[in-house]
């Protein structure tokens, strides 16, 4: 491994509220290309420190090592150079990505705008999709014909398909016309275009005078610092400008109004006096490059004019390369995520394709609440999160004059008296009045031991700094652009890890506009969607893998099961670095998940129990209706049977029922006895046709029905009792059948049912 080396960029500078700044960056140096930049270059090589003395002279020493005396040549490289040379580091993977993330840094940048002044997001995204000729043509490019590698659009393939082929006959040979279809199978999976991409938002702006160092400087912005913000390397929009810069060579273009003093929750006031707006004066353009070797912004125009329209906000366009057809749909779902967990934002983009007006689209999320989220507040840094880095920077910043001070102030959680405490565990060597640039380094290495392993004296950071969006709005988000039959949400209790406080909000839906069978698992991220690596993060492996569903009456390989998981922190730990998951060896963010998703699937399970009641009530119903009209035609038929051997017969009925006459008390009928005088009444509304087979049914029918509805109520309790709509024996009902015969010894042949016992002549003997 070769040497590192720490090229170290500006630290500080003039932003109206002084709060952003650049960073120093230290990048691991492999090969560079030969290309004459401002790079040093020293000639001494280095020997690694992992080599045995006697291996590392010998190396170094030898014939045959040319090669890897070239590779040990020290060198350093900018921030923006490196970054250019690995760019799938920032999410620039290939084109078709790198379209993707273009967009989701500016909008992201705009949402960050919006809430910093708490204002509203009215954010607009415009995708104007051309080929290369018409790039060409727009860029003056000469020579715009000539062959070269192609960067082609699916409407390339599209009109090509419709051109008369390239032969005099006008027809394709097999052979020719197999290689033409291959030819657009390539051309399909390549796919790539160049896109026009203007993002317009509301938000507070930018100051003139700053715009070139925020957005032509990379790691330069104005979200460091232990607060909760989407953006935070200052890395996001440099990196679409050096794709720009890299795909078409087209500088980034910014328009953009500010009001001095209000940007990032500190300073001035937002409003007038009179409640509306404040607006600033001016509106600035700047058309920027960036210097990758230097890492400094190249101004190409940079103006004022009077803000005649009264415009206040940012407007970023950029034209670079990409592959809309395989990123499409990654862009659509980004966006139907972001009006979740956003649902006070509105939400547009609209897609124009220069060659083909027929595939344009234009997506539109309204907003649905007013309610933002309270403000995330900046919070200084815990106890347990420091490091001797931290530390150093902390005391040499710091304006308190005495370490007790220090301790105090500049760090959270710690009371006077924890500090004092501290102080005196330090040894003597330390006293509460010495001076934080006192410290030596043996010093601030004890102290930051001390820190780290002491975290029962300090305060534990609480999520009061922190902005999560409230069960209300998820709720209100996940209505609007999932619509579930049911939605539980949960909020668990603020937790923190390695000294960084950390929310989870969660919220567990069934069913809803295109949901799967299954559990889809939608996660969010300081309020971003992550859309990439979903199976290794924590959200996914709790829902897959810690989650009992069979106990919450849900079915995971049937039901249609939306999670969604919002974890907003002062630190995520994202995992990789492609911050696209946070992986699940977080142990107090593990559980907070399971906590969140238990808790919502508690709430559903009361519902759930009645909503299976009612379907297996349904279920019930429909198999007895069923069978009605031939229970109705049999017991009709066995009635007027009797009847009629009874007219036959004189009084037909005690003979009929003579030859299968028990004692009385035996039987286990004996509670449905029937009179004679009863029975003579049934035989007259035989014969009067009062009691006919339609009667019947309908007797049978409205008592299904009443059955039905009492079962829905007493099918199953919240806490998953069991059914009592079985109704025990005692409860049925008999039909007129029952008490045919005084006793029945054997009821093997009894068909009995939830409504009735049926006893068929010759059975229930
Ligand atoms: N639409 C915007 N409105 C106002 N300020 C903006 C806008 N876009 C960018 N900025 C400013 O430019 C800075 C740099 O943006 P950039 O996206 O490069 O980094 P970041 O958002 O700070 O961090 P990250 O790299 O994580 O996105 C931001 O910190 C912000 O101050
Ligand atoms: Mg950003």
Redesign the pocket.
Known sequence: MAGRKEVTQQTSTN?DDG??RHLSVSVPINHRPNHNTSTQIKQKPIISNNMPPSKAKSSSSSSSSSATKKDEIQQSKSPAEFFAEHQSI?GFDNAGKSLYTTLR??I???L???E?VNVLPDISVSIEEMTQKQFNVLRGVPGANSPGKKVVTTTDVDADATEPPNNDSGNLSSKDSKKLKDQKKTIRAGGEAYFLIT?R?N????AHE??PD??GR???????GVRQ????????????LIWSKKSTGVPIKIK?S?VKGV??GGGGSLLNEDGSRKIGPKVSNCVLDIDIYKNCPRVLEHTQQTNTEQWI??E?QVLVAGNWTTYKSRVVQYLQQLAIITPYARLEMSYTNRSDEKKGMNLRFERRSEQMPAQAREVKHHPSSVNNLLIQQLLEKTSTKSLIKFLTNDLSGISPSVAKKLIERLGNTYDEDMRPDELDDKQVTRLVQLLRSTQDLFKSPDGGCLSPLGEYNLNLGIQKVIEPDIIATARDKPGAYDGHSFIVEAAVSLGGKDAKEGITVVRFANRIPLLFEGGADVATRVANSKIKWSSYKIDNKKDKIGVFVSIVSTKIPFKGTG?EYIGDDITEIQQSVKRAIQNCCQQLRAHLAKRNALRDVKERKSRLLKYIPDISRSVFGILDGMRKRRLEEGDGFERIASPRRRVAGSSPMKHFKTSHSSMDAIMNDLSTGKLSEDAIKQHLTEAVEINAIAGIGDKEDENGGKSKSNKDESEREPLFLVPLYEEAKDSRHVIRHPLFDFYPIGSAV
């Not at 938000?203 to 930018?206: F, I, K, P």
């Not at 990379?218 to 460091?224: P, Q």
Request: proline letters at 0%; charged letters at 20%.
């Open positions: 932003h709060r952003w920032a840094e500016f992201e940048n705009s960050d705008a919006c910093s993002v938002d938000g507070c702006g930018m700053a715009i925020l957005l990379v790691l330069s912005g104005s979200k460091y913000t989407r953006g935070k390397f200052g890395l996001g929009a440099k990196m679409a953009t500010h940007r990032g906000g940012t970023i911050k």
